[in-house]
């Protein structure tokens, strides 16, 4: 697949300027949008501000050496109260901004965002509004990785003896709240709950569906991430069978890496957009100062 980045800089050598800000003119004059229908954004990116392994410069090289159009970084922010090792420290988030910032100024051939990645956290709604109304991010993903005390994904442990049926349940619900919290853009991973292969045992439809429609209800979008390939789950979140609903109930749609290292950006990106056209999607989502626009998405 040829991205925007690629058909512009192939029709321009030598361009200096990025090729996003050429786009409006470029789509004028390609047939059907041709070039928007090309634009490939990544907006779940980790660096070495929280669990990443590597810092943010590395990851725009890598997205740029695949064709990447536009990316956007989010780290972790999780106001438990602990010194998480894998949640970026609330003080060092305006050295977090600055380097983001001052990155997209003076990386050529890319667009790069600011974004953070919340732990939605049942009755810390206001003391994450206060954090994320305190920065100009370009979006914001919720999250839920935590289950009252517990993280759901650090370790089968967290399953062993419980109910898988009610765990599943009462997860669901969480993520529907973070949904409806108002404090989000995209909702990350929204079943993670399935990274070690348990299974609901009831019909999943329902599940799924009263998530759709609370999305749509809230105007929130979700993602396609394509990191459960790399867990012991072997596939992308959410259930690629259930995509569908998200599709019919008219849910935006990102398709994101959630990469922790510069290798993994825009990784399994062609599957999971051929699956999104599958399910029915014929769009996809863009974010800059939290305002949401959408563009073609397309497979060739």
């Known amino acids: 697949m040829i991205t925007c980045s690629q058909a512009i800089h192939g029709i321009i050598p030598g361009l200096s300027l990025p090729a996003y800000l050429l786009l409006p003119f470029f789509s004028a004059f390609f047939a059907a949008d041709l070039c928007l229908q090309m634009y490939i954004t990544d907006y779940h990116i980790h660096t070495d501000f929280s669990d990443g392994r590597s810092a943010p410069e590395d990851f725009a090289a890598a997205a740029i050496k695949a064709g990447l159009d536009e990316i956007g970084f989010s780290d972790h922010l999780t106001l438990t109260g602990e010194n998480q090792k894998w949640s970026i420290d609330p003080g060092r988030l305006p050295e977090y901004f600055n380097r983001i910032h001052d990155l997209g100024r003076n990386t050529q051939h890319i667009k790069i965002l600011a974004g953070i990645e919340a732990d939605y956290l049942p009755g810390k709604e206001n003391e994450i509004q206060g954090i994320l109304t305190s920065y100009p991010f370009d979006y914001v993903l919720g999250s839920v990785h935590y289950m009252g005390t517990e993280t759901v994904d650090l370790g089968r442990e967290f399953y062993e003896g419980k109910n898988i049926d009610r765990l599943f349940e009462n997860y669901f619900q969480l993520v ?30 329902p599940l799924y569906r009263n998530l759709a429609k609370t999305f749509r209800s809230h105007d929130v979008a979700f993602e396609i991430n394509t990191n459960g390939r790399n867990k012991p789950l072997g596939d992308f979140y959410p259930d690629r ?20 290292m510069p290798s993994r950006v825009g990784q399994h990106f062609s599957e999971a957009r051929q699956l999104a056209l599958d399910a029915g999607f014929t769009e ?10 959408m563009i073609p998405l397309i497979v060739s």
Do not use: M, Q
């Open 176 to 205: 529907a709240a973070a949904a409806a919290s108002g404090l989000f853009d995209i909702i990350a991973h929204p079943d993670l709950i399935r990274i070690y292969g348990y299974r609901y045992s009831k019909d999943p439809v």
């Open 284 to 293: 996809t989502a863009l974010f800059s100062n939290r305002k949401r626009t």
């Open 241 to 260: 069978r259930f995509l569908h609903l998200f599709a019919e109930e008219g849910v935006p749609l990102c398709i994101n890496s959630d990469a922790h």
